[in-house]
Structures are given as C-alpha cells and as structure tokens.
C-alpha cells in the first residue's frame, strides 16, 4: 500500500462510526456490483471458462462454485438417487457420480441422466445410467418414477432445454420425485438477464416463478448462492413438505 493510501486509511479509520457508515455501505454497494460484473464477464467468456471446464478430464459445464456447492449438498443429503436432465457430454453425471463414492455409505447411490441427443462417448461409471429421448417424455418420466419409487433420497437437476415451456413441463413433470429435505436444481436460472444472457427470452428463472407459485412446499434456498458468483440464482429449490 502506498504510504498516501496508508495515511488516508489510517486517518478514515479514526473517524467516528457514524461517518463511517455511509462509506461502508457505498463499499459494499460497488462490491455487490463488481460480482454481478464479473458474472456476466465469466459467462460472457464460454470458450474460456464454463465450456472449457472439466471433472476428471470430462468436460462439465458448470460454475467450479456451484459444484463446490453441490458437494456440500451431496455430503449433507447422501441421496441414492440424483435424476439429471441434459446429460450433454457426460461432465456432470460423472461428477455426481464421483461424489457418490466419496459420500455415499452404501454402493447402492446411482445416477439417471438423460439427453435428447446420443452424445457419444460418454463416460463409463456403475453408478451412471444413460437415458436417450426427451426429459418430459411419458416413458423417460416412468424410468424416473420407478427408481424414484425405491429410493429415500432424491435429489433432482435439471439442466437441459432452458427455454421457459420446457423448464415448466420438467418441473411439473419431475419435482414430485424430490423428497422432503432434498433438492430440486435448476441450472441456469441466470439467463435472460438475471444477470447474464438478457436476450434469451423467459428461460429457468421465469419457470421458477411460475412453479413456485404452484408449489409451496418448495423454497429457493438462497444460502447456497453464498459464493456470490452461480449460475442458479433462486434455483436451489429444497423440498419443504
Ligand atoms: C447445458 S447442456 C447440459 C450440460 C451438462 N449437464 C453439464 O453440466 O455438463 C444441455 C443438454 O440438454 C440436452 N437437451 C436439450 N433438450 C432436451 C430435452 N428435451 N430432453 C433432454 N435433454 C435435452 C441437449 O442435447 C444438451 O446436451
């Protein structure tokens, strides 16, 4: 630090609480915006970040944040069940299916994902399977539903086709699977604006509003945006009753 920049300091820190006030909460105004900044610049630099991000050599298409914060949630919960919708190139599956060996007490915790489209060359894990057609298809929602039927922990992602009909179909279609206390996730809430993208069009944060005014015993839990910087804002849905 500059030694002016250390007199001013030095000298602000001797001003009375009350001045102080004012100057702190400007400070912490501009970091507020600062983050959102560096949000929309993250997403703004796919080829760099997001698209250029990998779980044991996988490419995954997730903020690092965000899965430090679903290790948190796979720790706490220990599911046996994780539903994805939007496998993509197989990044996320494996990662949660890596998380299942680290947290899961029993062998038994598994993975169903499914995607539209046959990517090839997707990871190889036991606890992974792979579903081919769409999330919301009647015989892709009754392979969910009969897993679902012998688990006791669910947690559902969904991370496929973002515009706001199909987010809504998969929510309605899906959310009954979460059981109480777990998690219903919806990727990229960020979109059209929220902060990044903003001419998407109603995407998964307009699907959340309407879902939640539908669902009551769902809940953003906003704590787990504590890193400030996610892709998910008010898409960590828990499961209240
Ligand atoms: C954002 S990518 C998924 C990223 C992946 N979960 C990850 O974290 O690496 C979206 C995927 O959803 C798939 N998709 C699009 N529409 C779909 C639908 N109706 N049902 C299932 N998957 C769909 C796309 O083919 C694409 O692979």
Redesign the pocket.
């Known amino acids: 630090m500059s030694n002016a920049s250390y007199r001013i300091r030095l000298a602000g820190a001797k001003l009375p609480e009350p001045v102080k006030a004012p100057a702190k909460r400007a400070w912490r105004a501009w970091g507020g915006l600062a983050a959102r900044a560096y949000g929309r610049y993250y997403y703004t630099n796919a080829a760099h970040t997001w698209k250029n991000t990998t779980w044991l050599g996988v490419?995954?298409?997730?903020n690092p944040k965000d899965l430090w914060v679903y290790q948190e949630i796979l720790w706490e919960l220990k599911p046996d069940l994780i539903i994805?919708?939007?496998?993509?190139?197989?990044?996320?599956?494996l990662f949660f299916a890596s998380m299942l060996d680290l947290v899961a007490a029993d062998a038994g915790g598994r993975v169903m994902t499914?995607?539209?489209?046959a990517?090839k060359e997707l990871p190889e894990h036991p606890r992974i399977e792979y579903l081919h057609?769409?999330?919301?298809a009647p015989e892709i929602v009754t392979r969910f539903a009969d897993a679902a039927a012998q688990a006791s922990c669910v947690l559902v992602?969904l991370?496929?086709?973002?515009h706001y009909d199909?987010v809504v179909a998969e929510l309605r279609a899906l959310h009954d699977f979460v059981t109480v206390g777990s998690y219903l996730i919806v990727?990229?809430t960020n979109i059209n604006g929220h902060p990044v993208n903003p001419f998407f069009g109603p995407g998964p944060w307009e699907a959340v509003d309407t879902f939640l005014a539908e669902q009551p015993g769902f809940v953003p839990d906003r704590s787990r945006e504590k890193y400030m910087h996610t892709f998910n804002p008010r898409g960590f849905l828990q499961r209240t009753s």
């Not at 994805?84 to 599956?93: F, K, Q």
């Not at 499914?114 to 489209?117: A, F, G, L, M, Y």
């Not at 057609?133 to 919301?136: A, E, K, Q, T, W």
């Open positions: 490419p995954i298409w997730k994805e919708t939007g496998t993509n190139l197989g990044g996320s599956a499914v995607d539209i489209t990517h057609g769409s999330s919301i992602v991370d496929s086709d973002h199909h990727e990229d």
